[in-house]
Structures are given as C-alpha cells and as structure tokens.
C-alpha cells in the first residue's frame, strides 16, 4: 500500500519501506476434514507464521497470542508490542479468518508499528473491531489509519482514544468518514482537540451515515467546536450515543445543545458530566428536553447544578408528554 508511506518530510518518525517478504497464506483442505480438524490446522498455521515471523525479525513473541488461537477477540493490551512486534503480528494476522476483534491498547506501536497493522487489514477479511488507544499515533498514524477507512468496508469499530492527534490530525480521519456507511462506533477521546478538530468533526457528523456510538470526551470542546459538533446533530440520522464528557461546553455550548435536541430524533444517550454547567446552562437545555421524544438517558454530574437547576430539569421532563428520559 505505497501511499500509506508516503508522509510529510518534515515529520521525525520514518516509516519502514512496504515490507517484500510477502504474507504467506494458510493452506488446508476444508472438503475432507471435519470443522475440529480444520480449526486445529488454521491454529498451528498461525502460529506458524507468527513464530517464524518473530525470530525472523527479532522479536520476543507475545505468549498470550499462542494461548488464544481459536478465540475470535484477541487482547494484547498493554503487552508492550511495539513497531516490530507489530510486524510480526502482522504476518501472522494477514489470511487469518478467525479473529474479530483485536486489541491492541498502550503497545507504543507508533506510525509504524500502525502502518504495518494497516497493510495487513488489506488482507485481512475477519477483524470487523480495532483498538488502538494510546499509542502515541499523532498526525503520522492519523493519516496512515485515515488512509485504511478510506477503503474500508469491514471495520465496523475503532478506538483511537490518548493518541495525541490534535487538530491538525483529525481532519484526516474527519475526512474519509464524511458519508461512511460501515463505522458504527469511533472512539476519539482524549485527543486535544480544540475549536478547528471540534469544527473537523462537525463537519463529519453531519454528513456521516453510519455512526451510532461517538465518544469526544476529555477534549477541549467549546465554543467554535462545541457549536459545530451541536449543529451536526440536525442533521444526522444515525448516531445515538454520544459522550462529551470532560469538554467546555458552559453556558454557548449547552444552548447550542439546546437547540439541536429540539431537531434531533436519533439520540437516545448524552453524557456531559463535567463541563462547567449551572443552572442557567441547564435552563437553556431544556429548551430542547421540552421538545425531544428520543433521548433517555442524559448524564450531567458532577456539574455544578443546584436544587435549582435540578427542579428546573425534572419540571421540563414531567411536562414533556412525550419524553423518554429516564434519568441518572
């Protein structure tokens, strides 16, 4: 996949050239041998691979792979993989047709260790849910994993939360999800994104046509960002989680809030724990609480809202007929 290599000069990190060696395929016969039997020759032609793939690159193989071979969710969480550890797992991963969901939390795998996952994930036809959370991926590994989605018609979630991307990261992946249709859950959490990532993700939303599930906690989402990710909701279709947990929406951001929940009819869970609201801010969302028969379940502490505010959001409720909040 040349253009997944192909980065900006300016950054430090050097992404390997496209590895020639070649993902040797399994081979067995399915006509004359039992399901058992099958399953037993996928399992040993994995490992295989991955064993011949580690000593070949220098690597210590990660003996939680080898203990799992016929579990469709494989965790490497926090096992310290690495780039090269990842090119091992790679190789071994490319025909596999057993693992579904792969985990791959805090591995340091950087731009590179993502670049060769993202190569295997060509060829790869089995692993429909990724986490790649905290592994210092930046604005390298956003492209690299916004050149992947580009073509993607397979990988249904994706975790990218603590990777540092930052604004001039995630217009990237921003990009190549306007329209997408096969993501339903995107985890970009705790990435620093301000007002021009808030604008970036805005912008995707409102034309995005398949995600249900949407975390953007621990950001730094306000004003600009906030009001753009709040005009996305009139206009998207899909989505029904959505976590803002940890942002600054204060006073702007919840009237804007407001006054999408008066359009949205998707929506059905909202957290906006820990983002400066009063009761004056939760005057101006229930604007919207009055109109809304979709959202039940709306997540508000710890903020600071008093008696006050509490009465004024549960009058809002009662009065609404047709609300569906169920409270927390």
Known sequence: MEDVAVLDQTEDEELPPQDQDGDPGDEWDTDLETDDATSRRQSLSRAELYLQACQEIGVHPVSSFLRNLNETSLNLNHYGVGPLGAKAL????????????????DNTL???????LME????????????????????????????????????????????????????????????????????????????????????????????????????????????????????????????????????FGTEKLGQALKQNSTLVLLDLSCNHIDDEAVTLLCQGLAANNTLRVLKLSPNPITNVGALTLLTTVKNNKNSAVEGD
């Open 120 to 251: 295997m994930l060509i060829l790869n036809n089995s692993i429909e849910s990724l986490n790649l959370s905290n592994n210092q991926l930046q604005r390298k590994g956003a492209k690299i994993v916004s050149t992947m989605l580009a073509d993607n018609y397979k990988i249904k979630s994706i975790k990218l939360s603590g990777n540092e991307f930052g604004d001039s990261a995630i217009k990237y992946i921003a990009e190549v999800l306007k329209g997408d249709y096969v993501v339903t859950e995107l985890d970009l959490s705790n990435n620093k994104f301000y007002d021009a990532g808030g604008e970036y993700l805005g912008h995707m939303l409102g034309s995005n046509l398949g995600i249900e599930d949407l975390n953007l906690s621990w950001n730094h989402l306000s004003m600009r960002g906030a009001a753009a990710v709040c005009a996305a909701l009139k206009l998207n279709s899909t989505l029904k989680h959505l976590h803002l947990s940890w942002n600054g929406f204060g006073h």
């Open 90 to 105: 790679a190789r071994a991963l490319g025909e596999d047709r057993v693992i579904t969901h792969l985990e791959l939390e």
């Open 110 to 116: 950087g731009a590179t260790g993502t670049h060769y």
